[in-house]
């Protein structure tokens, strides 16, 4: 975080190779990459940083803890804020992805491994891919996550074509 504080203060004041030139190190030497436009609250922590990726229009709040691999990223090459706002006290799990312009509420928990590409309300808990809402302000919602039953769009593709195989070779036969 000291590195990331003097990189933002170099990027504040548009000396921007120098900036990147202390982003680029501190990557190398610790597998956290932040950029040093992103905007980074008080009492922000990394667990186990390897692999965090915190995008340039990022903006997080305090109280903030990330674990191993999550990326704060954009979705495209767009201008502007392309990254995510992270509220006050949340919690980001292992490998999860936050993609886009999108805004997460205050005292919310991201589940491990969960993409969320859409607005967060605050006191929520989000898992899965794509990432859903399955608690808000201490309240279970109903969410379908029964991965065992989903079902598999490729196999109903080949499925499909095994069927028209089938019919045109009925339609072959004399």
Same mark, same amino acid.
């Given at each position: 975080?000291?590195?990331?504080?003097?990189?933002?203060?170099?990027?504040?004041?548009?000396?921007? $190779?120098?900036?990147? $030139?202390?982003?680029?190190?501190?990557?190398?030497?610790?597998?956290?990459?932040?950029?040093? +436009?992103?905007?980074?609250?008080?009492? $922000?922590?990394?667990?186990?940083?390897?692999?965090?990726?915190?995008?340039?229009?990022?903006?997080?709040?305090?109280?903030?803890?990330?674990?191993?691999?999550?990326?704060? +990223?954009?979705?495209?090459?767009?201008?502007? *804020?392309?990254?995510?706002?992270?509220?006050?006290?949340?919690?980001?799990? +292992?490998?999860? *992805?936050?993609?886009?312009?999108?805004?997460?509420?205050?005292?919310?928990?991201?589940?491990?491994?969960?993409?969320?590409?859409?607005?967060?309300?605050?006191?929520?808990?989000?898992?899965?891919?794509?990432?859903?809402?399955? *608690?808000?302000?201490?309240?279970?919602?109903?969410?379908?996550?029964?991965?065992?039953?989903?079902?598999?769009?490729?196999?109903?593709?080949?499925?499909?074509?095994?069927?028209?195989?089938?019919?045109?070779?009925?339609?072959?036969?004399?």
């Amino acid at each position: 975080m000291v590195a990331y504080r003097v990189a933002h203060f170099f990027y504040s004041l548009k000396l921007f $190779f120098i900036a990147r $030139f202390i982003s680029q190190v501190s990557r190398w030497a610790t597998g956290i990459e932040i950029h040093p +436009g992103a905007k980074i609250g008080e009492r $922000f922590f990394i667990d186990h940083g390897m692999g965090v990726v915190i995008g340039e229009t990022a903006i997080i709040g305090d109280d903030v803890l990330l674990y191993q691999g999550v990326t704060l +990223g954009g979705t495209g090459i767009e201008k502007g *804020k392309r990254h995510p706002t992270i509220g006050n006290n949340v919690v980001i799990g +292992g490998g999860a *992805k936050v993609l886009g312009n999108i805004s997460i509420g205050d005292n919310s928990y991201i589940g491990a491994n969960a993409v969320v590409i859409n607005d967060v309300p605050p006191n929520s808990t989000v898992v899965g891919v794509p990432g859903r809402i399955t *608690k808000q302000d201490g309240k279970k919602i109903d969410v379908s996550l029964d991965h065992i039953h989903t079902l598999d769009p490729i196999m109903q593709s080949i499925e499909e074509l095994q069927k028209k195989i089938e019919a045109l070779e009925k339609k072959k036969q004399p």
